[in-house]
């Protein structure tokens, strides 16, 4: 096992992905899915720049690339969604403020002159409040923007599945040729060691005697 290079090739596969992960987002929307490349781009990266991967399996390896793959699946999870935030918080700031009402005039004589029936009609009959959108800057609060990018049980299911990806990719396989050899290495050393384990048993003398 080549540690260096299974390292490099894990680090180049998983910010492929997860700079990948950041551009799909920001492009077309969430990509609960995405993990899975992500994972399997670190595989390969693995595989790509160690070669020792088809010639020997090792554990340390696939777990190694399994650890990278989490951290660049978290972080392009975790980057896509801040930059998302940043984006809808940036258009709400960019909607142009309410404008206030202008300012009542003095009371003139004739406003003084009204009957006090106006005032009591109005109050009868009050206009309806219209509740419109919020808008930043007025007076009225900006619509929260929620939990859009929330984790669910899907979510980590992807992410466990990519994980597993790269821990497969990146751990290798012994090649059966090797294995038909050690198999074949392993039976001739047992019956060096014990030439009587595959000899035939010996013949009765005595049997077929009446």
């Given at each position: 096992m080549n540690f260096g290079e299974s390292v490099v090739g894990a680090l180049v596969g998983a910010v492929v992905g997860a700079?990948?992960?950041?551009g799909i987002e920001l492009a077309l929307g969430e990509a609960t899915w995405f993990p899975?490349?992500?994972?399997?781009?670190?595989?390969?990266?693995?595989?790509?720049?160690?070669?020792s991967v088809t010639q020997s399996a090792s554990y340390l390896r696939g777990a190694?690339?399994?650890?990278?793959?989490?951290v660049g699946i978290f972080g392009g999870v975790q980057s896509a969604s801040y930059l998302k935030m940043s984006r809808l918080q940036a258009?709400?700031?960019s909607i142009p403020p309410r404008p206030e009402p202008e300012?009542?005039?003095?009371?003139t004589a004739d406003d003084a002159e009204e009957p006090a029936a106006t005032d009591a009609e109005a109050v009868a009959d009050p206009a309806p409040a219209t509740a419109g959108p919020a808008?930043?800057?007025?007076?009225?609060s900006a619509p929260p923007i929620g939990p859009a990018d929330g984790f669910s049980v899907w979510n980590f299911v992807m992410i466990?599945?990519?994980a597993f990806f790269a821990y497969e990719l990146a751990r290798g396989s012994v090649p059966a040729s090797q294995t038909a050899n050690s198999r074949e290495e392993e039976s001739s050393a047992a019956a060096d060691?014990?030439?009587?384990?595959?000899?035939?048993?010996?013949?009765?003398?005595?049997?077929?005697?009446?």
């Open positions: 700079g990948a992960h950041i899975l490349v992500t994972g399997l781009l670190t595989g390969i990266g693995v595989r790509q720049l160690d070669s190694v690339a399994a650890i990278i793959a989490l258009e709400l700031e300012p009542l005039g003095e009371e808008v930043a800057g007025g007076t009225e466990g599945v990519g060691a014990d030439p009587q384990a595959g000899a035939p048993p010996p013949e009765n003398s005595q049997g077929g005697q009446a």
